[in-house]
């Protein structure tokens, strides 16, 4: 037998006798409801009502909780899935449970291999090719994603990305279209076309960057795109708030991936360590979790924000 002693705000106790392999236990307060579900002894899920300000104490631990599945059910496409960021954002979405359709652009192999681990973890997903550089890249990618879902979508990651280091002088004409095209038209188009089957209760997620909003590197075209995206969040956001679809973008730091290889040397690394409140450089896995939480529930009231992913840089 567990035991899991609930106590309220307002003082009353309730012993709750769980037995190891029962099923689940609701508890119903003045005012208060909470839930715990208990499967197989293990503590699933915790819920207290709006006034209900509880505590929980029972012998199992918090590493004990099991990763909740809070996308069950859900649909989700990341573009630029087969590498860093992107990578990490279509395998924290699979782990909360959403089915997965992993984008790429030349990466054929690293997307199977993404596939491959969300399958073998129990998770389902499909690999879809399109080149976000054309100008009908977007269109293309939503017919493939319509083939596949259907017409239901829950999450939009609009991740793909480039980026270019050059100064004002250095930057060409084709670097600066090739910027906006693939960082700003690609994701407008892609919202666009898949507009008719992302379904109430959905959510989009673009990605921002800190260059959007402090002048870090020679990255002035770059950054110009990133800060179209926070627009364009906003917009969005205010448009598809009547259909119950949130907007949101995410804007890291420094992130250790192939775009940010200059980490990978000492001055890179000690350049980006320096301008942030947490000493070390991001990993993907930092920002992957963020993107899941903003395409779940528990961020229901969120939209039409830029959040900040990034170890406090530049604060
Ligand atoms: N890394 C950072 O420090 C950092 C910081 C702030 C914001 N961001 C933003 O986060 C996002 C992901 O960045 P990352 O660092 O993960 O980049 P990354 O490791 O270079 O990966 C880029 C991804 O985008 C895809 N992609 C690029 N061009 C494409 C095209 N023309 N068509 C289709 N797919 C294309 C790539 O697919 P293929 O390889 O399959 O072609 C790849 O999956 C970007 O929007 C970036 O601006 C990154």
Do not use: C
């Not at 407008?188 to 959510?203: A, E, T």
């Amino acid at each position: 037998m567990q035991h899991l002693t609930i106590a309220t705000s307002s003082g009353i106790v309730w012993l709750l006798l769980v037995s190891h392999f029962g099923a689940a236990l609701v508890a119903l307060l003045a005012g208060t409801i909470a839930l715990s579900v208990v499967k197989g002894g293990r503590l699933h899920k915790r819920i207290a009502g709006p006034t209900g300000r509880f505590t929980a104490s029972s012998k199992f631990s918090e590493k004990d909780i099991p990763t909740m599945k809070t996308l069950s059910g859900k649909t989700a496409l990341v573009t630029g899935a087969s590498r860093g960021i992107g990578r990490a954002s279509a395998l924290a979405l699979a782990e909360a449970g959403a089915q997965v359709l992993v984008h790429y652009g030349s990466g054929a192999k690293e997307a199977a291999a993404v596939v491959a681990e969300i399958s073998e973890a129990g998770g389902r997903a499909d690999a879809v090719a399109a080149d976000l550089a054309a100008p009908d890249g977007a269109h293309k990618l939503a017919r493939q994603v319509r083939a596949v879902v259907g017409d239901r979508l829950d999450i939009l990651v609009a991740n793909a990305g480039i980026s270019k280091a050059a100064t004002i002088e250095e930057t060409t004409v084709e670097d600066f279209d090739q910027l906006f095209a693939v960082n700003v038209r690609a994701p407008f188009f892609l919202v666009q076309q898949l507009l008719p089957i992302l379904r109430s209760g959905g959510s989009v997620i673009l990605l921002s960057s800190l260059a959007a909003h402090a002048a870090v590197g020679t990255l002035s075209a770059y950054a110009a795109t990133k800060g179209a995206i926070d627009t364009l969040v906003k917009h969005f956001a205010a448009s598809l708030g009547p259909r119950g679809i949130r907007v949101n973008a995410v804007a890291p730091g420094v992130v250790d991936t192939d775009m940010s290889s200059f980490v990978k040397t000492d001055a890179g690394r000690k350049s980006a360590v320096t301008m942030q409140a947490l000493q070390r450089v991001a990993r993907p896995e930092d920002i992957g979790p963020v993107i899941a939480f903003l395409a779940s529930d528990e961020a229901r009231w969120i939209t039409g924000d830029t959040v900040r992913v990034d170890g406090g840089s530049k604060l």
